[in-house]
């Protein structure tokens, strides 16, 4: 029987759906540090991680039994994917699985910032009893994001994913990206009716300088930041900021000086330098909206994930 070790854990959906086949799941925890030993101990084919776990070239080179790497949504940072596939490993991952979760994510970033929810749901426990009115007067002046421009930087699935649902809000689009010249946007309704869009990308000072609004959609690369103080320079006073793609994407130290100098109204953040220890200085700024890295937490996603794997994994062994 084929072993599978799930160390960032998979959906009971993905978990039914490999069993079915015939394969072996275990999903306890091992630490990234006994890994190897744990894979060649128990002779695991398969491994299957998120973000958590790292798949370097020291533990491809002590495993010579695995098979597949499995990366249970988009990003691969954290594998070497290029090395693995030279030793002969089939590297896997799910990118369409978690692009609703993510945009959705997105708006709750941009509503609760509009809406101060993020500082009024700080506040509130502590004064809302005895402050109640002074609290109302200071979230009195929010926004609504009907009628905005959205900037989404990076236009692949996850981006036009949050296209669709800015213009079911009456949002004005606009998109970079190097390698997408245009996309067509297909928004369905629920008495089956669709209207299509085509967006053409722009380039990154046109995108940033006419947005209200930008949301982040594109890996890290390198050590320099995609928007560091440069390009928050180009953006309008008054404008808010979203990163739920990758830590690092965004200089932090960059994002928070223009927020203490109101050059940006707020910014939401997802993704992290330094994580799972994020700055205190990020967490406890009160302009920024904050969720651990959840962006592709969703019931609904994880089944996406688990089963999209099982598919794949299932292919490679022919069965």
């Given at each position: 029987m084929?072993?599978?070790?799930?160390?960032?854990?998979?959906?009971?959906?993905?978990?039914?759906a490999?069993?079915a086949?015939?394969?072996?799941?275990?999903?306890?925890?091992?630490?990234?540090?006994?890994l190897?030993?744990?894979?060649n101990?128990?002779?695991?084919?398969v491994?299957l991680?998120?973000?958590?776990?790292?798949?370097?070239?020291?533990?491809?080179?002590?495993?010579p039994?695995?098979?597949?790497?499995?990366?249970g949504g988009?990003?691969?940072?954290?594998?070497?994917?290029?090395?693995?596939?030279?030793?002969?490993?089939?590297?896997?991952?799910?990118?369409?699985a978690?692009s609703?979760?993510v945009?959705?994510?997105?708006?709750?970033?941009?509503?609760?910032?509009?809406?101060?929810?993020?500082?009024?749901?700080?506040?509130?426990p502590?004064?809302g009893?005895?402050?109640?009115?002074s609290?109302k007067?200071?979230?009195?002046?929010g926004?609504?994001?009907?009628?905005?421009?959205?900037?989404?930087?990076?236009?692949g699935r996850?981006?036009?994913?949050?296209?669709?649902?800015a213009i079911?809000?009456?949002?004005?689009?606009?998109?970079?990206?190097?390698?997408?010249d245009?996309?067509?946007?297909?928004l369905?309704?629920?008495?089956?009716?669709?209207?299509?869009?085509?967006?053409?990308?722009?380039?990154?000072?046109?995108?940033?300088?006419?947005?209200?609004?930008?949301?982040?959609?594109?890996?890290?690369?390198?050590?320099?930041?995609?928007i560091?103080?440069?390009?928050?320079?180009?953006m309008?006073?008054?404008?808010?900021i979203?990163?739920?793609?990758?830590?690092?994407?965004?200089?932090?130290?960059?994002?928070?000086f223009?927020?203490?100098?109101?050059?940006?109204?707020?910014a939401?953040?997802d993704?992290?330098?330094?994580?799972?220890t994020?700055?205190?200085?990020i967490c406890?700024h009160n302009?920024?909206?904050?969720t651990?890295?959840?962006?592709?937490?969703?019931?609904?996603?994880?089944?996406?994930i688990g089963?999209?794997?099982?598919d794949?994994?299932?292919?490679?062994?022919?069965?």
């Open positions: 084929i072993k599978i070790l799930a160390n960032d854990g998979i959906s009971q959906a993905g978990i039914d490999l069993t086949k015939g394969f072996e799941v275990v999903t306890e925890k091992v630490a990234q540090e006994d190897r030993n744990t894979i101990a128990e002779n695991y084919e491994l991680v998120r973000s958590a776990t790292t798949v370097r070239k020291d533990l491809i080179d002590a495993c039994h695995l098979k597949i790497v499995g990366r988009v990003g691969m940072d954290n594998i070497d994917v290029d090395y693995a596939r030279e030793k002969g490993i089939n590297v896997i991952n799910t990118p369409a978690s609703a979760s945009a959705e994510l997105v708006f709750a970033h941009l509503f609760g910032m509009v809406r101060f929810l993020f500082d009024s749901n700080r506040q509130m502590l004064s009893d005895a402050e109640f009115k609290l007067k200071s979230y009195a002046n926004r609504e994001l009907a009628g905005k421009t959205l900037g989404i930087i990076g236009f996850i981006g036009q994913e949050v296209a669709k649902r079911g809000l009456e949002m004005k689009v606009m998109a970079h990206d190097k390698f997408i245009e996309a067509n946007i297909t369905d309704f629920f008495n089956g009716d669709k209207k299509s869009f085509t967006i053409e990308t722009e380039s990154l000072k046109e995108v940033l300088s006419n947005s209200d609004f930008i949301t982040l959609h594109i890996p890290k690369i390198g050590d320099k930041a995609v560091g103080a440069e390009e928050i320079g180009m309008k006073t008054g404008a808010g979203v990163n739920a793609a990758r830590g690092g994407v965004i200089d932090e130290t960059a994002l928070m223009a927020l203490d100098k109101e050059k940006l109204a707020y939401g953040l993704v992290f330098d330094n994580e799972p994020p700055s205190i200085h406890m302009a920024i909206s904050l651990p890295h959840i962006g592709a937490a969703t019931l609904e996603a994880q089944d996406r089963t999209e794997l099982a794949q994994i299932a292919t490679h062994f022919n069965k």
